[in-house]
């Protein structure tokens, strides 16, 4: 039987956001385990501080201890009305506001000589399929912004370059239950559902694959 390694990660609350889903759904994906048939899925769930020079460097010292087939980095978009998931990310910080450690990049790049962008490989047009079975609201995006979470998700790429079995992605999640401006929120649930569709979908792709 297959068993498969899988990792992941979210934040923690910052400043302005009580409640992180990233995190909850992180750690409610640790808890409830992730079934797959003829095969076991284990889960390392990790909690990242939003912090440009600390995020990636705790996600990369737990990459290296489990070696995962699959890696689901996940953040909170503030304006989102639906699960987004992400499609690129950019080799660009430009931060609107200090991070965890009140530090506030403007105009730098994320890894020196890197290219502009680097493209998920996750099959997110199974996985939208997937969310429609599940009447899960999903959109794709293009632009994870040019905070932590583009960095962390640059960084991420960056590394399964260099990793082709590991299949890595992000996905950012709306607010949980709290209306803001034109959005609704969502319920935790569905947000967990939405992570747990990912992730089976992306590992039998892995399995397909090969």
Same mark, same amino acid.
């Given at each position: 039987?297959?068993?498969?390694?899988?990792v992941i990660c979210g934040f923690e609350a910052y400043e302005g956001v009580d409640?992180? /889903?990233? !995190?909850? &759904?992180?750690?409610?994906? =640790?808890?409830?385990? $992730?079934?797959?048939?003829?095969?076991?899925?284990?889960? %390392?769930?990790?909690?990242?501080?939003?912090?440009?020079?600390?995020?990636?460097?705790?996600?990369?010292?737990?990459?290296?201890?489990?070696?995962?087939?699959?890696?689901?980095?996940?953040?909170?978009?503030?304006?989102?009305?639906?699960?987004?998931?992400?499609?690129?990310?950019?080799?660009?910080?430009?931060?609107?506001?200090?991070?965890?450690?009140?530090?506030?990049?403007?105009?730098?790049?994320?890894?020196?000589?890197?290219?502009?962008?680097?493209?998920?490989?996750? /099959?997110? !047009?199974? &996985?939208?399929?997937?969310? =429609?079975?599940?009447? $899960?609201?999903?959109?794709?995006?293009?632009?994870?912004? %040019?905070?932590?979470?583009?960095?962390?998700?640059?960084?991420?790429?960056?590394?399964?370059?260099?990793?082709?079995?590991?299949?890595?992605?992000?996905?950012?999640?709306?607010?949980?239950?709290?209306?803001?401006?034109?959005?609704?929120?969502?319920?935790?649930?569905?947000?967990?559902?939405?992570?747990?569709?990912?992730?089976?979908?992306?590992?039998?792709?892995?399995?397909?694959?090969?």
């Amino acid at each position: 039987m297959e068993n498969f390694r899988v990792v992941i990660c979210g934040f923690e609350a910052y400043e302005g956001v009580d409640v992180n /889903p990233s !995190r909850l &759904v992180a750690q409610a994906i =640790a808890d409830d385990g $992730i079934t797959l048939d003829d095969a076991t899925v284990s889960v %390392t769930s990790v909690l990242l501080p939003l912090s440009f020079g600390h995020a990636w460097p705790t996600l990369k010292k737990v990459l290296e201890q489990v070696n995962p087939h699959m890696v689901l980095a996940t953040g909170l978009k503030t304006h989102a009305r639906t699960i987004a998931l992400e499609r690129c990310a950019t080799n660009i910080i430009d931060a609107s506001r200090p991070d965890a450690d009140n530090v506030q990049p403007k105009d730098t790049r994320i890894v020196d000589n890197g290219p502009a962008a680097y493209w998920t490989c996750l /099959p997110l !047009r199974a &996985v939208s399929k997937k969310f =429609a079975e599940h009447d $899960i609201p999903v959109t794709f995006s293009s632009d994870a912004g %040019t905070f932590v979470c583009n960095s962390l998700f640059y960084e991420l790429l960056d590394w399964s370059s260099h990793h082709e079995h590991a299949y890595a992605g992000f996905v950012s999640f709306p607010h949980v239950d709290k209306p803001v401006g034109y959005t609704k929120g969502m319920k935790l649930d569905i947000m967990v559902d939405a992570a747990r569709d990912i992730i089976t979908t992306t590992l039998d792709y892995n399995r397909r694959a090969q």
